[in-house]
């Protein structure tokens, strides 16, 4: 039995803490690169998942996966050279110092361990992340992401940086210097030695803010003057999402000490990862031992390889910052007009600011939005404090051709709410 | 290159916090049913892994997940039918009131969830474990894993609960009642409110103590008094490892509020649970809203449904039970003369405890043991608070033919240790 409402009534069994996405819930049944299609045989142009990465039911890295779990999947107890296969091909993608990896299974765990890893360094627990952030569901991320609900008596917020109107990026930078200080001030008087400075490099649920080049390094400078580590989250950002600099850090310029990775990494198979430098592992592994079940297990490691060898040999990467130029083009053209209050994006990441407008209504313009495109076959999501940035991120698969049948839907919905 | 000694070399890149099983390490690069082969083609018996319980690479297994992942792999805010069957297909294991099922991709990930609904239940945050436990790998649960490290203050220990020589079940559980009451009443004089009685209902990292029927009972109730909710860690004892019962709680009578699981559950895809009251999940969501980017996606949930389906097919919980009790009349004829101070498990889960004899060593007869096996072709582990307990847990699929097999590397290791 597929139909919707069927389905909708049997969901009790999963309990009120889960949400869908939209008015009219979506029953996808097939995806395929940058397509889903649901029940009724209707396609609809996914430009919103950036898990598969390297499209939904990517071939190369289902045969990897299978192959794989037909062979062996055990654990890191034992040697296996695919671990370590994929280890160096993914550290090749990183500057020398940030040498070591780490495996799990979510962003999550990911997060997790990497402020662990970070308390073990620091000697401190006092956590700087900005004013909306996500970091994840455990009990330390829930208490360290403000978007979930209050934070911990040992976590400081700040503004997402941005560049003002008219103002350089170094005076920008300088003010959120200041204020990334400040708060690890704020912290040492309260008496709470400081840990880590942690951010996601697009600032994806304050807003998505992509960071010009050295917007960071100030807020990290000051992080480390106050004795903190500094975290780069590339959960969202990381994998080619931004464009050809591969990582949300590497084309602000920012040298993170720990790098943080989940979604896309198994493009649906759960894998994430902690990158960080020797120094820092081994501080942790001080304090004791680490064991993931399922983390950088032999399949784990096939997928993860895939995933990479799509990535680089398919040059999606800079194909999402080519995509991203047009896209960029288009937005300048066709927006303007139809009440939107700022576009931010690189690469295949994009956030719509959309002006309310008319009668007051009790969900916002955006949702309308998103939801009106859905009705027409196109899949977006919106986000942000206010509920009110359209939130486009496809699959890097997600090519040139597929831009009109995006912005054609867009501007169609847009003018009607 | 797939050397031994290379890939230890390589293995800096992971960091020293990893562990590796043996003074030999193992290379296995080929998995079938109850076997690994390595590099050499030798093979071994794998009287270890709990993690492929319907066997290595079940082509069931393996063929689900490839065709699922070939078709739909997306998240739970979309609508998707699987995810729905195989809570029902699960949860019809489990007592009636044990009817939600939140999904996450490992034991940790679930613990740590369970201690979140926990709070949300109780407003408390002060945790009672046993001794030696071990719960997970999150910042939280590593501070609540005596086996780990210290405990936080918000953590209380009891010893696992144990029937003594000449006493009854009776008796013990009081006395472990008034262990469980004592803690939460010393948390409660340390103004920590109660919130959860956390316990492995086979008490593993402990040193494998299968509790019989009734001793955690009183337990329980004095959790419950201090306003505390009694959750059972299946991580371990779940699926049918204990035998026909398939779950820990079940065989010794506990009636718990949330239940987590995890290793089994995908037969190596990172997929783990928690199933757990109406009444809880409701508090819990009243906190906030739960997404798990991977957790009970399509591809999880027919991996999941395929190893239920072995399960219940092949009555794998039932055989555990069989293949288990003449484990029991072997172990009794065959291991007290060889300098065994204690024998204890169940179904497919036993911990030996080894006597330490003749000259000091650097390390446990019970190492020496595993190592001796392992070079004798048969996997099996030693832990314990002292590490003299073998920890003998193959897959379910290990049968009444493995037995021998089994047993005479044991007993020749024993002797010659």
């Known amino acids: 039995m597929t139909e919707p409402t069927e389905l909708l009534a049997r969901r009790t069994v999963l309990g009120p803490a889960y949400r869908l996405f939209y008015d009219e819930p979506l029953l996808p049944v097939r995806g395929e690169d940058v397509w889903l299609e649901d029940a ?12 598969p ?39 090749a993608h990183f500057p020398p110092d940030l040498n070591r990896l780490m495996l799990a299974c979510t962003g999550s765990e990911a997060n997790d361990l990497a402020l662990r890893m970070a308390q073990a360094v620091s000697g401190g627990q006092g956590i ?31 503004p997402p940086p941005m560049v003002g109107e008219g103002e350089t990026v170094a005076i920008a930078a300088r003010r959120w210097e200041d204020q990334v200080a400040q708060a690890f001030a704020d ?8 840990c880590a400075l942690l951010v ?35 959960v969202q950002a990381g994998f080619g999402r931004l464009g050809a600099d591969w990582w949300g850090f590497a084309r602000t310029g920012l040298a993170p000490d720990i790098v943080t990775m989940g979604k896309p990494m198994g493009n649906g198979y759960p894998m994430a ?22 983390g950088g297990n032999p399949v784990a490691a096939a997928v993860g390889m895939a995933v990479l060898q799509e990535l680089e040999q398919r040059r999606l990467p800079e194909r999402a910052e080519t995509t991203g130029q047009l896209l960029a083009a288009e937005w300048a053209h066709a927006l303007p007009a139809l009440g939107v209050a700022g576009i931010r994006g690189h690469g295949l990441y994009w956030g719509i600011t ?60 847009l003018r009607q709410t």
Do not use: W
């Open 354 to 413: 959309v002006a309310e407008h008319g009668a007051a209504h009790s969900s916002t313009r955006a949702s309308r939005v998103a939801n009106h495109m859905r009705q027409h076959g196109v899949l977006i999501s919106h986000s942000g404090p206010q509920g009110n940035v359209l939130k486009i991120r496809p699959p890097l698969t997600f090519g040139t051709e597929h831009v009109p049948i995006l912005l054609d839907a867009l501007v169609q919905a």
């Open 128 to 158: 700087v992340v900005t004013h909306h952030a996500y970091h994840g569901v455990t009990q330390l991320l829930a208490q360290t992401s403000p978007s979930l609900a209050a934070v911990a008596p040992f976590v400081r917020t700040v």
């Open 53 to 91: 990465v390297v499209g939904h039911g990517n071939a190369r890295v289902v045969q990897a996966m299978a192959a794989q779990a037909a062979t062996l999947c055990t654990h890191t107890r034992y040697l296996h050279p695919a671990i370590l296969d994929y280890a160096d091909a993914l550290l």
């Open 187 to 194: 912290l040492q008087a309260a008496a709470v030695r400081p």
């Open 40 to 51: 009724d045989g209707r396609r609809y142009l996914d430009a919103y998942n950036n898990v």
């Open 200 to 234: 996601d490099t697009v600032f994806a649920s304050d807003g998505i803010f992509p960071p010009a080049h050295g917007l960071l390094s100030g807020g990290a400078a000051a992080a480390r003057a106050a004795g903190a580590v500094v975290i780069a989250d590339e």
């Open 273 to 294: 990862g902690v990158v960080a430098t020797a120094a820092v592992v081994d501080a942790f592994a001080a304090t004791g031992r680490y064991f993931n079940t399922f």
